[in-house]
């Protein structure tokens, strides 16, 4: 059994960290980012829905977390300018970052290739591959400074194993797990951020239910199933992994299973 799959994190495990999310509005972003601050982390909210990112706000201050902070941003609109301003605003008000998770999730609709239009591929390219590794850029002054600094990409399965009508979002989900490659190779050693590619299989999210609207839910793994390997990658019990790609595949008894690039 592998360490993450089990892995129990002390209340403190991530105090005095400072965690950004995109895609913190809902779903996989949303039971992470809770979890980082019910163990200590001041979490950087981000996302395109305000509202949104105002609900998972205040739900963190009511459960006694660390103040966070939300910034709302369309990632399919992010410019070079947005990212900077980013860093500067972290800089300016927390004066570190020891992590970030990458949940954010461009999709569309499945449909064959000849219904597909070039500005949803563009979109769906922007907020799964180009603004990661913009943000990323940017951040990775602030990332160098943390003693033990972590990024992780939230893969999708069909970015490794693609398939008719997934189209557009398969495509740059394979982009995604090519940057978590390139990034981990150009960043293997310390000061710079450990990074790792986590993929999931089915979740019971809102992204599983626009793919699969007629899909009996209940068997699936719920959010929470996610968290032990979410807390074990940006804290300090992953300090060892570097380049990584991880699935989960919840039909398999061995759950995680890494693979070696």
């Known amino acids: 059994m592998h360490a993450w799959?089990?892995?129990h994190a002390p209340a403190d495990y991530l105090k005095d960290r400072v965690i950004l999310v995109t895609g913190a509005g809902q779903g996989l972003g949303e039971a992470a980012a809770k979890a980082f601050a019910a163990h200590g982390a001041t979490v950087i909210l981000v996302g395109r829905n305000e509202k949104k990112l105002g609900k998972v706000y205040d739900a963190i201050e009511a459960a006694g977390g660390p103040k966070p902070a939300a910034i709302p941003l369309d990632l399919a609109k992010l410019t070079d300018q947005d990212c900077v301003n980013l860093a500067n605003l972290i800089w300016k008000e927390f004066d570190r970052l020891d992590g970030i998770l990458?949940?954010?999730n461009g999709f569309n609709h499945l449909?064959?290739?000849v219904?597909?239009?070039l500005e949803e591929w563009v979109d769906m390219y922007r907020i799964n591959v180009a603004a990661p590794f913009?943000?990323?850029r940017a951040c990775l002054p602030l990332l160098k400074r943390a003693d033990d600094a972590s990024i992780l990409f939230v893969g999708e399965q069909h970015g490794l194993q693609p398939k008719a009508y997934?189209?557009?979002?398969?495509?740059t989900r394979a982009g995604q797990a090519a940057l978590a490659t390139i990034t981990a190779d150009e960043w293997?050693?310390?000061?710079f951020p450990r990074v790792n590619l986590l993929v999931p299989g089915p979740v019971r999210t809102p992204f599983r239910t626009k793919t699969h609207p007629a899909e009996h839910v209940d068997a699936l793994p719920l959010p929470a199933d996610m968290l032990p390997a979410f807390l074990y990658l940006l804290g300090p019990a992953g300090q060892a992994l570097r380049g990584q790609t991880l699935r989960f595949n919840p039909a398999d008894s061995a759950g995680f299973a890494p693979e070696h690039e």
């Open 134 to 136: 913009a943000i990323n």
């Open 5 to 7: 799959q089990d892995f």
């Open 115 to 117: 219904n597909q239009k």
């Open 188 to 191: 293997d050693k310390p000061p």
């Open 166 to 171: 997934w189209g557009g979002f398969a495509t």
């Open 102 to 104: 990458h949940c954010a």
């Open 111 to 113: 449909s064959p290739l």
